[in-house]
């Protein structure tokens, strides 16, 4: 949940129930309650869960807690429009020029997305291993979306560089080029046998 070093315990939002942990994030996220509404309804629903007496005393939620976390999603909030307006503006500036374009702008983001995962990660003494396959298994899909990305512009280039050498054919035939004079203009400018 946040940057900050502990000696492994997990924090009380941490350990929520799943179903109250979405519930504050959807609050948190709503922005119409104040932090402190925010508060005495999560620790309502806390009191009011099936958990025992116990856990539910241990899991109430302090206002510094509930404010660190609020801080925390907020970043990453911030984090996530900056990175939509940047991809905005980037598509609307690529217009209609080829995918590809697009694609390599999405998998840059991603790939810079990832390192900033990781270097933030690095600076806690132990690495989560979860996070370290996580980040592996991101960085393999990433360098797969790649591949697979320049395959298809390399065969839409193939497709374009087939219409324009039978355009190029049927033109030079009618303006009563040989064969061998269509070969040669199809071999020298457009890189075709």
């Known amino acids: 949940m946040t940057d900050k070093v502990t000696r492994g315990r997990r924090s009380k939002i941490d350990l929520l129930p799943e179903e109250i942990r979405q519930e504050l994030d959807s609050k948190l996220r709503d922005g119409r309650l104040t932090q402190q509404d925010v508060l005495d309804y999560i620790n309502d629903l806390i009191d009011q869960s099936q958990l025992p007496q116990k856990d539910k005393e241990e899991l109430k939620l302090s206002r510094s807690g509930l404010n660190r976390y609020a801080s925390h999603l907020e970043t990453i909030g911030k984090d996530l429009r900056e990175i939509r307006e940047v991809s905005n503006a980037l598509v609307a500036q690529l217009g209609d020029k080829p995918t590809g374009d697009v694609s390599r702008m999405?998998?840059?983001?991603?790939?810079?997305?990832l390192f900033k995962?990781?270097?933030?990660?690095?600076?806690?003494?132990?690495?989560?291993?979860g996070m370290i396959k996580d980040a592996m298994l991101a960085a393999q899909r990433l360098e797969a979306a790649a591949m697979h990305s320049h395959k298809r512009e390399k065969e839409i280039r193939q497709l374009f560089a087939e219409e324009v050498a039978a355009a190029t054919e049927k033109v030079a035939k009618s303006a009563g080029l040989t064969a061998d004079g269509v070969a040669l203009l199809k071999r020298e400018i457009l890189g075709i046998a």
């Open 117 to 129: 995962a990781m270097m933030t990660n690095s600076s806690k003494e132990e690495m989560d291993i």
């Open 106 to 113: 999405i998998l840059e983001i991603g790939r810079t997305q």
